[in-house]
């Protein structure tokens, strides 16, 4: 198929197929995490000080202990926060990322991810489509759309302006009030098993027995917030 190439995951019987224009030219295997770094709790956290001082005092450092413990990617969600400011936690965090050359994403905003120059978009089942979304970033960025069942993942999966999905909640999330109904490990692996495209497991996903446990399920991909957000997200990212 044109425009698809293969990559090996440890062995030939877990190599994973993905477009050769998402995923797979980031050399993504299945025990790589991706990180959704939550930072609205940052700022909130550090009372009188303005965007600018929190951004260079805790998102770089936070980030950086992040990539140096290994992950994927970083995934920036900064709801409730004016878009100057985000755009700020974006400039800062592609900085560190660039650094060791770890992709940045932003959840939701097709238009600051175009502006800030991060390498992807993530979008839920109620913001942008992704076609609509492609018509801001353009064709060179990474877009995947978070699903919650398995006809919301067919459609996904047959949108080619998605170069991943996400599936989730696989399990009850902690970060997120009022979320949808939990897929679980069986969902997970009904959607991996009938999708060519990357699957990122989404999701109360806390410990590394999780992280193996979706892996196993067939995902190529584990997100997750609050098991990284603590005061050593170093070690963390390194255990998960």
């Known amino acids: 198929m044109e425009g698809v190439e293969r990559i090996s995951a440890g062995d030939d019987e877990n190599q994973v197929v993905v477009d050769g224009n998402g995923l797979g030219d980031l050399g993504v ?19 009188g000080m303005n965007c600018s001082d929190a951004v260079a005092d805790v998102l770089s450092d936070h980030v950086r202990a992040l990539c140096e413990g290994g992950v ?14 985000v755009l700020e936690l974006l400039v800062c965090a592609l900085a560190e ?13 097709a238009d600051l991810c175009a502006a800030s120059g991060v390498d992807g978009l993530h979008v839920g089942q109620t913001d942008l489509p992704a076609h609509l979304a492609r018509r ?26 998605n170069d991943y999905l996400a599936v989730g909640p696989v399990y009850a999330s902690p970060t997120k009030v009022g979320h ?8 997970l692996k009904e959607v991996a098993a009938t999708t060519r495209m990357p699957v990122v497991a989404i999701g109360g ?4 027995s999780r ?5 196993a399920a067939g995902a190529h991909l584990a997100a997750a917030i609050s098991a990284l957000a603590g005061s ?9």
């Open 180 to 187: 949808a109904p939990i897929v679980s490990t069986l969902g």
């Open 97 to 109: 990322c660039a650094r060791f050359d770890v992709p940045l994403l932003v959840n939701d905003r």
């Open 136 to 161: 801001f970033v353009g064709r060179e960025v990474l877009v995947g759309t978070s699903t919650h069942t398995r006809a919301q993942a067919g459609v996904v999966a047959r949108d080619p302006s």
């Open 205 to 208: 996903i806390t410990d590394p």
């Open 232 to 240: 050593d997200p170093h070690l963390m990212a390194r255990r998960m």
């Open 211 to 215: 992280v193996a446990d979706v892996c």
């Open 72 to 85: 994927a990617l970083v995934q920036v969600r900064a709801k409730g926060i004016d878009d100057r400011e």
């Open 29 to 47: 295997e299945r025990d790589m995490l991706i990180v959704m770094s939550k930072l609205k709790k940052y700022i909130r956290d550090r009372s």
